[in-house]
């Protein structure tokens, strides 16, 4: 499965839009991305996943760059309890049995 | 609302002590995972099973021993606690074809040997 690279930290003001970027230079034709996120002492959380086409759920966006080398995800309004560690995956989506690959993750603080 | 469920939630054991940490999911997921989590070193994949009775290594095993008799249910065993084992325990289902959600995680198990 590709590599991730995602920034260390990153703080944004509640009620303004998260932007977290990840990089996945190496990503093949058939890799998912996925995006997790872990609130302190609780178990990472799906959050969203796409393949080629941007998507939308009700607790974000994840936008993918034509050439797929590079993803955002976005918390359109975010609040406090959106402060938690992200973590953005590559996978092939039906790899029998693989795991996921979890690296360090964006640790994001939203701030009052 | 799908769920994995792992049996508790804080947990204190003494050096030596046969430790069972007990994970159970109700999404008829055919693969199932479990993680230990340290400050600085992230999700380690301890073992996982892709079905009744099948197990498979992870990158840490040592210590460790895992039991899946029946689909829902994935055990991790730690034959003798050590103090190098305290951590948080992560479980995590996933179905054949995960392209739809991917993993489920538990509330975790946070394991103290003392």
């Known amino acids: 499965d590709a590599k991730t690279t995602q920034p260390t930290s990153m703080d944004c003001a509640e009620g303004r839009a998260a932007n977290l970027p990840c990089n996945h230079s190496?990503?093949?034709?058939?890799?998912?991305v996925y995006w997790y996120r872990q609130i302190h002492s609780q178990g990472p959380q799906y959050i969203i996943h796409?393949?080629?086409n941007n998507e939308t759920n009700e607790m974000a966006s994840l936008i993918i760059t034509e050439d797929r080398k590079s993803s955002t995800l976005i918390l359109p309004h975010a609040t406090l309890r959106d402060t938690a560690v992200y973590y953005c995956?590559?996978?092939?989506?039906?790899?029998?049995?693989?795991?996921?690959?979890f690296g360090p993750g964006t640790r994001l603080s939203v701030l009052p | 609302d799908v769920k994995v469920t792992q049996s508790s939630r804080y947990l204190v054991k003494r050096t030596g002590e046969k430790v069972f940490l007990e994970c159970v999911q109700d999404?008829?997921?055919?693969?199932m995972f479990w993680y230990r989590q340290d400050p600085g070193l992230g999700l380690r994949l301890i073992y996982f099973?892709?079905?009744?009775?099948?197990?498979e290594k992870g990158d840490i095993p040592e210590g460790y021993s895992v039991s899946r008799e029946k689909k829902e249910r994935f055990s991790l065993i730690l034959e003798s606690a050590s103090t190098n084992q305290t951590s948080m325990y992560l479980c995590?289902?996933?179905?054949?074809?995960?392209?739809?959600?991917?993993?489920?995680f538990g509330s975790g198990t946070r394991l103290t040997v003392v």
């Open positions: 099973s892709y079905d009744v009775k099948m197990k």
């Open positions: 995590a289902s996933l179905p054949l074809n995960p392209g739809l959600y991917g993993y489920t």
């Open positions: 999404m008829d997921h055919e693969n």
């Open positions: 190496t990503i093949s034709g058939n890799e998912y």
């Open positions: 995956i590559v996978r092939v989506g039906d790899n029998y049995g693989q795991n996921f690959v």
């Open positions: 796409g393949l080629k």
